[in-house]
């Protein structure tokens, strides 16, 4: 009797030494790509400072604003501040820097504990004394007058003042920015046939 083969049934190796169909390998996951690195933006030093009254709010902010975005620049407070006198060069500045330190000679202890404690003092002793009683006495002269500049830093200088003067009332400021204004601006803006920016619209 002649024996045929089952295909259903699977092949029985011939010999012991027949190899073994390799192992299937194992499921790959998708390569992950490097998470992209958050690029900082450039950020200037504050300028230095001499004391000035006038140059003592912006110089302020320019030191917040780099201690905001750069906090893993400073260890602690004291370090913040100690970064900030470095740019007090010369002048009242210097000065008062310098008083800080021989405090702290004196004492053993730096005067200034915390970055709050910082900005109060400096307010104390380097912003302007009344802000708004100065603007107020600016705009009822003639200095802040339009004079060689361009309109557009005149408008700036302008809106700061009123700002500071707390001025709010729409006919006052209208009155005292054309007041302000070049001669021939002001005729050209007094005889303009039609469009011409009512008494009480500042932004017109």
């Given at each position: 009797?002649?024996l045929?083969a089952?295909?259903?049934?699977?092949?029985?190796p011939?010999s012991?030494?027949t190899?073994?169909?390799p192992?299937?390998?194992?499921p790959?996951?998708?390569s992950?790509?490097?998470?992209?690195?958050?690029t900082?933006?450039?950020?200037s030093?504050?300028?230095?400072?001499?004391?000035?009254?006038?140059?003592g709010?912006?110089?302020?902010?320019s030191?917040s604003?780099?201690?905001?975005?750069?906090?893993e620049?400073?260890c602690d407070?004291?370090?913040?501040?100690?970064w900030a006198?470095?740019?007090?060069k010369?002048?009242r500045?210097?000065?008062w820097?310098?008083n800080v330190f021989?405090?702290?000679t004196?004492t053993?202890?730096?005067?200034?504990?915390t970055w709050g404690?910082f900005e109060q003092?400096f307010?104390l002793h380097?912003?302007?004394v009344?802000?708004?009683a100065?603007?107020i006495?600016?705009?009822?002269?003639?200095?802040?007058h339009q004079?060689?500049?361009?309109?557009?830093?005149?408008?700036d200088?302008?809106?700061?003042?009123?700002?500071?003067?707390g001025?709010?009332?729409?006919r006052?400021l209208?009155?005292?920015?054309?007041?302000?204004l070049?001669l021939?601006?002001?005729?050209?803006?007094a005889?303009?046939?039609?469009?011409?920016?009512?008494d009480t619209?500042?932004?017109a």
């Open positions: 009797m002649q045929v089952n295909p259903s049934l699977p092949a029985v011939n012991p030494n190899p073994l169909p192992a299937p390998s194992p790959t996951s998708p992950l790509a490097p998470t992209a690195r958050r900082r933006p450039k950020l030093a504050p300028p230095d400072f001499s004391g000035e009254h006038h140059n709010r912006a110089f302020l902010n030191c604003l780099y201690i905001c975005l750069a906090p620049q400073f407070e004291q370090e913040k501040i100690l006198l470095t740019f007090f010369d002048g500045a210097a000065k820097s310098e021989h405090q702290e004196d053993g202890v730096f005067p200034i504990p404690d003092q307010r380097f912003f302007p009344n802000v708004k100065d603007a006495n600016t705009l009822e002269g003639t200095s802040y004079g060689g500049r361009t309109v557009d830093d005149y408008l200088g302008f809106q700061t003042l009123v700002s500071d003067a001025y709010t009332n729409p006052t209208v009155v005292k920015f054309r007041r302000g070049k021939g601006i002001q005729n050209q803006i005889t303009m046939p039609y469009g011409r920016p009512a619209d500042p932004d």
